[in-house]
């Protein structure tokens, strides 16, 4: 728990505004950095309060049944609050250290964020007191610079996509939004509902509108991948099939791209395939024969056959090969294949800065 504020007769000159959180939680801060920052108390504080001089001007946070209608509320001589010792339901150790962090931020000091549910709780306070723009930057900070190593970000946006997704839009964040969705995408069937949850509606449509697109685009691959031959055909002199470069070769890859399909599609969990599919198929012809003299005078030889396929198989996958993530080197194998955001994919205009 953040130590708390105690006002005193320094302070006070230093700070014309305390808020009283709870019994022996009280925040300090000055009336004009609560204007630049929050939107909320820019709309409650008069200017002909404030001055060093003056008695503070105190906000006590009124506590409602449910803990996301709290507010914070100016006290006059006529509505001074009861703050209870004890706290209540709701009210954890973790909804204080989100208060703290919140003003600390405002006074350009850093937050202590214990994880994704910190973050998650301190966006709902900046929304609710209309500071979204100076939190951005300063939790967008916090988790790029992660103790001096960005990679752990990415890990974690991998272990929870979705709320994370959450996070990037109403921090407006591409980089977090743009990785975050990129997983989401590939895992639809399990993301969907939990993103129409906490999305935006405007940006949920996107998504729907882009996995659309995604699950096309494989149909695509799918059909011409499943029906791939030579082009133009193979000569009709070789009578032998076994001794035809071109058929061996055909075979091969053919076979290759069979059994990845089949691994994928056997079980239940084949979103979570694709992708490493996808990229056995881009590897299927890859393949090496030991080729007899006959073959070789073939008009259509091996080595000849198996280019023109790799050919067709690279624009029948356009991009469904690639890892759309940043952390490439750390996909294992059964990653997902998906889609990457456009920056006019995003429901905002520019990052807040």
């Known amino acids: 728990m953040p130590s708390p504020s105690h006002p005193s007769t320094t302070s006070r000159a230093l700070h014309d505004v305390e808020l009283h959180i709870a019994q022996d939680k009280i925040i300090c801060i000055h009336s004009s950095t609560l204007r630049q920052c929050s939107g909320f108390f820019s709309s409650s ?26 507010i914070f509320r100016k006290q006059t001589d006529n509505s001074k609050l009861e703050i209870s010792a004890e706290s209540p339901p709701g009210r954890d150790e973790s909804y204080y250290r989100a208060l703290f962090n919140l003003f600390d931020i405002f006074q350009h000091r850093s937050p202590s964020i214990a994880g994704l549910d910190d973050i998650i709780i301190l966006i709902k306070l900046a929304d609710k007191y209309d500071s979204l723009p100076t939190v951005s930057r300063a939790v967008r900070l916090h988790l790029m610079e992660a103790g001096g190593q960005p990679s752990s970000l990415y890990r974690d946006i991998a272990a929870d996509p979705v709320r994370y997704l959450h996070v990037g839009e109403k921090l407006r964040s591409s980089s977090i939004t743009k ?42 691959a799918n059909k011409q991948l499943l029906s791939l031959n030579l082009n133009p055909p193979r000569p009709t002199f070789v009578q032998n099939p076994l001794e035809d470069g071109a058929v061996i070769a055909l075979a091969r890859v053919r076979e290759l791209i069979s059994l990845a399909f089949s691994r994928c599609y056997q079980g239940s969990d084949y979103e979570n395939l694709e992708g490493e599919m996808y990229r056995e198929v881009a590897q299927s012809t890859a393949i090496t024969y030991t080729l007899t003299p006959k073959v070789a005078r073939a008009a259509i030889t091996f080595d000849s056959a198996r280019s023109h396929l790799q050919a067709k198989i690279a624009l029948a996958l356009g991009d469904l090969a690639e890892v759309h993530l940043q952390l490439q080197s750390e996909v294992l194998p059964g990653h997902i294949t998906s889609a990457q955001l456009k920056d006019s994919d995003l429901p905002w205009d520019g990052d807040w800065i």
């Open 45 to 70: 504080l008069n200017w002909a309060e404030a001055g060093g001089s003056s008695p503070p001007i105190i906000y006590e946070l009124d506590l409602a049944d449910d803990v996301d209608y709290d």
């Open 179 to 220: 990785e975050a969705a990129t997983h989401v995408l590939g895992t639809w069937s399990q993301s969907r509902e939990e993103c129409r949850s906490i999305l935006s509606e405007t940006f949920f449509g996107t998504l729907v509108q882009r996995h659309h697109e995604l699950s096309e685009k494989k149909w695509a």
